[in-house]
């Protein structure tokens, strides 16, 4: 027995995602771009598969998408090609971001750093959310994007994303949206400029990811080779995704329901963070009075129960905190997926209850 | 009946590229980077693996890996971290490239162009080998890189790499060498600064791609997500090349012979070109008097024969002839893979024959 909550770091390969990619592996394995058969035979393979992500996201048929090798290449992408569209020609080389934003926006800004631009970084609030009057302040004609999350995947808060669409409508500036971890969670659309989501988050393959954009901004041309296989998977796990929104509004959500009530009976100490904000049904984030992160990371590991304290790819947790203002003690975040079980919830609340007592009485208690 | 001959632009993924992935897909599917049992396996994972890379390319320990999303994947970020580094620090803007290159090479100097940096394409002579006098004498100060590709996809032409590694060598400047099409047909090494190759032009996947460094050049920080089902299939892809590298060396030759000898003696004006030039022992290059390539690729398709004339990702193969000074008279590249039949190719003989006696009574013989 064990229990994998940490889905937002990577969730399940559906078994629908593979077995749709495999006919693409075995037979289909032509290149996209030949005027022969194995050509035309990729050709087809994308037809009905493109249009279940144009559907995913509620895209118009004029918008336009990319497909990407993943998340990360969705948004270096964007941001490569606004470099040189708005920085370079236009002179527009303020980013500005979220301080909830993941690894690759904020190794995307680095590099846009280093070539001369400047990204400012707006605050989050104690409620989870982006200050919206910050962000607001901060925009000015100089502006080339503005990027925030659709949820971030730790603390599993929703932002204000039709709200920042109207600020930048306003403003007349480019709006960015990472829907990685909205993706399957809650319905999508473009509710910006650009739309990028992630595949293995949402029980696709690493090797996929998307960038869509309105049909009226600018986009890259990015040449004619599509990893068929992938892009496959990705379909079908957007379907799926789709097919399966009211179990993760459901049934997901009353799994996650449960595992918070159930910790807060058994663990003293704990305490569920941004309970009152708007949240994904799936993200759990407690912190533990008297526990170090850390040390509870690597108990609960041994004890099979997988979760995660942010770090290398995401935030560290501890800084996402700071950045919201609260403190962390101790704090963990718990992700469901719709194939979380209940055994495992209750799995997970026994071995936490465990882990947790025995670390505070190391600690010397509360 | 079919037979694929466009193994440049697509080779079929071999059974142990797809049966050594499988479990990364099923069972171990975590992140690279959690700290817990999912991520733990994935590090178990590229134990072995990420050896049998270096192995094959030849590497040192020392020397620097990046596992790429694609072949273009791992040339852009070449291309990105020596802009950075280069071109931006060290006021090295001019990049000179062979103009036997492909698409990825050539899209990515388009956009250091861009960002105003120069490129010059070296021309190549009449034996298929890029011009070492022009490419010595396009060396300067300001030179970032020098880039050229092993072998060339469409001519089968293998480049002079050493000679040129050892004339940047003596003038000091990075060298880049594009081992796409020979790696899995020749024994790899880094003979220059950088290697890159693609998995799926050496029956691995299209999600795949590697750049190779040696420990004393600069080498982008790329993150810590690892695609490593894809990078698992590029291992076994590897591995299974290097097994078969007798069977390239003789079989695949013998065939090729035999497609060779059978054409030149069925087909009226049919001519090798480059048949004097060291070559993959994989590809054929024909012209054929007196017929339109597109014409005769059309008929070969509708015969069920799968060959290439460039465009897209490759180059255009007429603009490759008038590079290399020769004639395009209806040249069309034909590239087998370990898994050529001998079948396959007396089909393909008897078929191009029709194909081509049919097209050349149309346009009044020869």
Known sequence: MHAYLDNHSAAKPCSSALERMKPYLEDEWGAFFSPHQKGIEQAHALSGKVEALYDFVRAKPEDRFYFASSGADAIQKLLDHLYLEASRKEGKTRYIASSLEDAPLLHGLKRLEELGCHAQIIPAREDGRVDLKELEEAIDPRTALVSVSFAQGLTGVIQPIEEIAGICRKRGVLFHVDATYAAGKLPLEIAGDYLTFAGDRMHGLKSSGALFAKSSVPFP??????????????????????????????????????????????????KV??????????????????????????????????????????????????????????????????????????????????????????????
Chains 1, 2 share one sequence.
Not at 325 to 342: I, Q
């Open 221 to 270: 041309s990015l040449g004619s080779s599509v990893d068929v296989p992938s892009l496959a998977a990705l379909s079908a796990a957007a379907q799926q995704a789709v097919l399966s929104m009211d179990l993760m509004g459901l049934e997901t959500a009353r799994l996650r329901s449960r595992f918070e009530e159930g910790i807060l009976e058994e663990v003293p100490g704990a």
């Open 273 to 366: 963070l941004f309970a009152d904000s708007l949240r994904l049904p799936n993200v759990s984030l407690f912190t533990f009075a008297g526990v170090h992160a850390e040390a509870l990371l690597y108990a609960l590991h041994r004890k099979k129960v997988y979760a995660t304290i942010g770090g290398v790819y995401h935030q560290h947790l501890h800084r996402l905190l700071l950045a919201c203002g609260e403190e962390d003690a101790g704090a963990v975040s718990f992700c469901l997926s719709r194939y979380t079980t209940e055994g495992e919830i209750d799995f997970a609340i026994a071995k936490i209850g465990e882990a947790v007592r025995f670390l505070q009485s190391l600690s010397g208690g509360l």
